[in-house]
């Protein structure tokens, strides 16, 4: 265990975050720009390589020829993930570093769903909006209160003690959207990515779960709780609100499905905004549901749970577990 905690802290993963965190790359994701250049790359290398196997006598051989470098670095790349990301999925959980661990039932969900909609109908009224009632704001603003978000969490729980960088706003936001996913933390280049085209009462929440990632947290569910924990603490109302938002929806998911009438009860005391922004996050998705989609979540689980995680893509939900235990021990 001890080895893999010193493997996925080497220099290299600072030096890759601290280039591009530089100030002129502070709202351009490094990322994206050489993803960007590798299919162009790809695409010439593709049609270059098309022209001279028409030309060409011995076609297998300089398939072969052509394909070995190009094959021999996405192999090196992808070690290169793996040591960054992967082998932290091998090390102690947030869980287990934090003692937030153990078993919970429907009057513990219930309790601490009702924190949190307390909290976000008192924050609902106070969001900006626009004339229709929507959340409304301006995602670089958004994401440059972010520098101080973890302060206080980290106090409260050392395991969550990091460098705050701030995420980028990804240029294929679009892109990302018609894939199903809200962000992405890119190990190679330690840079946390948000979908700024996503529902924006939700995108303060997005920030805080990118972050966590570049606080060492792998597992989904728990950079939900650290999220959500994060931004409850922060003394910043709209990442106070999108945190207890975005924390009020799993939970009451989860009480749902073990106790239907204080799950409803706790929606029933909901202010019409928390509701609003519930429903617009919602529709959001439901518009956005299509066969890219699900072909990119069935990857995506078909990732998680070879990386060992056992519920795949569902394991975001799984955050209620620490969530109730964090909050009772609060109260």
């Known amino acids: 265990m001890d080895v893999v905690k010193n493997t996925v802290s080497l220099p290299y993963r600072d030096l890759a975050a601290r280039i591009s965190s530089i100030g002129a790359l502070k709202y351009v994701s490094v990322y994206e720009l050489l993803l960007t250049l590798l299919i162009v790359w790809a695409l010439c290398f593709a049609v270059k390589t098309a022209l001279l196997l028409r030309r060409s006598e011995r076609r297998l051989y300089l398939l072969f020829r052509r394909l070995y470098a190009p094959f021999a670095a996405a192999l090196y790349i992808a070690s290169l993930f793996l040591w960054l990301w992967n082998a932290s999925y091998y090390a102690a959980s ?7 661990s153990g078993e919970i039932g429907a009057p513990s969900l219930e309790r601490a769903a009702a924190v ?3 909290r976000a109908s008192e924050l609902a009224p106070m969001m900006p909006r626009d004339e229709k009632g ?29 460098e705050s960088r701030q995420p980028k706003p990804m240029i294929y936001s679009k ?3 018609a894939a199903g996913f809200t962000g992405v933390y890119i190990a190679l280049t330690g840079e946390a990515n948000v979908n700024i085209s996503s529902p924006l009462c939700l995108l303060p929440a997005t920030i805080a779960h990118e972050m966590a990632h570049q606080r060492g947290v792998n597992f989904e569910e728990e950079a939900n709780f ?3 924990a994060a931004c409850i603490t922060s003394g910043i109302p709209v990442y106070e609100y999108s945190g ?3 924390g009020l929806m ?10 239907p009438a204080a799950a409803r009860r706790i929606v029933s005391s909901l202010d019409k905004y928390v509701l609003l922004d519930w429903q617009e996050n919602s529709d959001y998705w439901a518009r956005r549901s299509s066969s890219l989609s699900r072909a990119a979540s069935s990857l995506y689980d078909g990732y998680l749970k070879s990386s ?3 519920s795949g893509i569902a394991s975001y939900g799984e955050c209620v577990k620490m969530l109730s235990l964090w909050l009772e021990k609060r109260s």
């Open 94 to 100: 947030l869980a287990e570093k934090t003692g937030l």
């Open 116 to 118: 949190l909609a307390a």
């Open 134 to 162: 929507s959340f409304k704001a301006d995602p670089r603003e958004l994401l440059s209160l972010s520098s101080g978000l973890y302060a206080n969490i980290e106090k409260e729980l050392p395991a969550l003690t990091g």
């Open 175 to 177: 892109l990302m959207s």
């Open 226 to 228: 650290a999220a959500v």
């Open 244 to 246: 207890a938002l975005l």
């Open 250 to 259: 799993h939970l009451t998911g989860a009480l749902y499905k073990t106790d």
């Open 308 to 310: 060992g995680v056992p």
